[in-house]
């Protein structure tokens, strides 16, 4: 088969892979809020394009200058945006195996295409009016193209880096840690260690200015560093197609640790001890818990070290988003990891309340760790310990009770050793959608009127949610009843979603 005729082929049968998949019909709204999205984060960033170009236009260094110089910032931040959208091709590839097709080449085609997705464009909603305001003036229509083809190379070249470390990462998670101590050293030793010589603002300051000067040097470096970044991508992910074909042959040792202290809570008890155990050995809940801590301990390491999130809505949303972020990330998805024993569960009379009932005390208990993190904020004086009390039992009394309305309607099963970002347990219905949105972004509004309602009594606020909360959760046994009775109402309904989406 000739290269072009295969690279026809892979994009034809990229385009058809949602279509193809049993969860298209019920995709269909998630697809319309991925594209309302893009359309909103488009806007903004053309806002920011013309509002940036225009400040910029008063200050004696070029804005253009300005934005090369901070580069590298632009890259950490696409960089981690590209977690949520992009997987790695060697799952992609896993069908290609039977065909009688060349691997190099196979490889190769996949990470060209990864190199020309549109994603890679994304920045240009920010880029293009900048550069009309900032670039054209000076430098015509000749000096935009070149500034806009320079970016988009860096920008392809930071997705085959992407590419490696998210390989990486797949196999351990420490891996992560390597990108971040890389992103933090260059950020220190070319911006903060000594000012007087901010080397990397001058250095891509330069390699920005060569760009719109269309200097040979510049396009050529950076396509350099792309190519060797291909090679070395292409050498990893052939080893990463033998893990992801024998990735279901294989078992991985997990040391067995009874928990006999749950013995005492009977049916609950083994319930809780499910939980655990998801936690540790299921590659997606494992990674869910991890991301909901870190977002949680990033935003609260901000509020507490720095002054960017000083003013009285930001701190009113991190304290909630403290709080309601691991719950959210966990609870969207309730019930659809048991879909992959639905069949089991409803064998027995009222197990799947006592498993509500366990799921309920697993993410109160697991609120400790947020309220352990929050209050380092606390002892920097960024908001007091009654409001950091007031929004956990406000997570227990609401916030949950309301995420857990879900698992009356989920009925989607995920796999749980797949990854979190595939495309399987990446969609989701508009029910799940809503309500998470709704989870975070409600009471964070709740909060912040209570906040300007009560003026200078900074008790006000946090009372008020305090007992709200604990109200809800005293009578947590009556509405997860309800939950239960609804979730029964609906099993059979349910259950066919769940065989119908369940690995095979």
Excluded at 121 to 131: A, E, S
Excluded at 234 to 240: G, K, M, P, V
Excluded at 376 to 399: A, D, R, Y
Aim: aromatic residues 18%; charged residues 15%.
């Amino acid at each position: 088969m000739k290269i072009l005729s295969l690279y026809k082929l892979i994009a034809r049968n990229q385009r058809l892979a949602t279509r193809r998949h049993p969860m298209f019909s019920k995709g269909k709204f998630m697809k319309i809020f991925i594209y309302l999205m893009v359309a909103f984060w488009a806007c903004y960033l053309i806002f920011f394009g013309i509002v940036l170009g225009l400040a910029f236009k008063e200050d004696s260094v070029e804005g253009y200058d300005r934005i090369n110089g901070g580069m590298i910032f632009f890259l950490i931040v696409d960089f981690f945006m590209r977690f949520m959208a992009q997987e790695t091709p060697a799952q992609e590839i896993k069908p290609y195996k039977t065909l009688p097709i060349p691997q190099k080449p196979l490889i190769s085609i996949f990470l060209v295409r990864m190199g020309l997705q549109a994603y890679n464009l994304i920045w240009f909603f920010f880029l293009v009016p900048f550069g009309c305001i900032s670039v054209i003036p000076l430098w015509g229509i000749v000096g935009l193209v070149g500034f806009l083809l320079g970016w988009w190379l860096i920008f392809v070249v930071n997705a085959y880096w992407y590419l490696l470390w998210r390989t990486l990462i797949n196999r351990k998670m420490l891996f992560v840690f390597i990108p971040l101590a890389i992103y933090a050293a260059l950020v220190y030793s070319g911006f903060f260690h000594n000012e007087d010589n901010m080397w990397l603002y001058y250095a891509t300051l330069n390699l920005g200015r060569g760009f719109i000067e269309w200097k040979w040097w510049s396009f050529i470096s950076v396509i350099a560093v792309g190519l060797l970044l291909f090679f070395v991508n292409q050498r990893i992910q052939i080893a990463s197609i033998y893990r992801e074909i024998s990735r279901e042959t294989t078992a991985m040792k997990v040391k067995t640790q009874k928990m006999t202290f749950l013995d005492r809570y009977g049916v609950i008890g083994e319930y809780l001890r499910l939980e655990i155990k998801s936690i540790r050995r299921n590659k997606v809940v494992r990674s869910q818990f991890y991301i909901g801590i870190f977002y949680t301990l990033l935003l609260c390491l901000l509020l507490a070290f720095t002054n960017i999130y000083d003013n009285a809505f930001m701190k009113v949303f991190i304290l909630i988003y403290c709080f309601a972020c691991l719950g959210t990330i966990t609870l969207t998805n309730i019930m659809c990891s048991e879909g992959n024993y639905m069949d089991l569960l409803m064998s027995r009379k009222e197990s799947a309340l006592a498993l509500l009932k366990a799921k309920y005390f697993f993410n109160c208990f697991m609120l400790v760790l947020p309220f352990l993190i929050s209050l380092i904020p606390v002892v920097q004086n960024k908001f007091t310990l009654l409001e950091s009390v007031g929004c956990m039992l406000f997570s227990t009394g609401v916030i949950f009770p309301f995420l857990f309305q879900l698992a009356v309607y989920n009925n989607t099963t995920i796999d749980l050793n797949n990854k979190v970002t595939g495309k399987n347990n990446m969609r989701g219905s508009k029910t799940q959608v809503i309500m998470s949105f709704a989870a975070l972004f409600v009471p964070m509004f709740i909060m912040y009127g209570l906040v300007v309602a009560f003026g200078d009594n900074k008790t006000g606020a946090p009372l008020v949610m305090l007992v709200i909360g604990l109200i809800g959760t005293i009578l947590h046994p009556w509405w997860l009843r309800n939950i239960y009775q609804r979730f029964i109402a609906r099993r059979y309904q349910n259950m066919e979603g769940f065989r119908s989406t369940r690995k095979q």
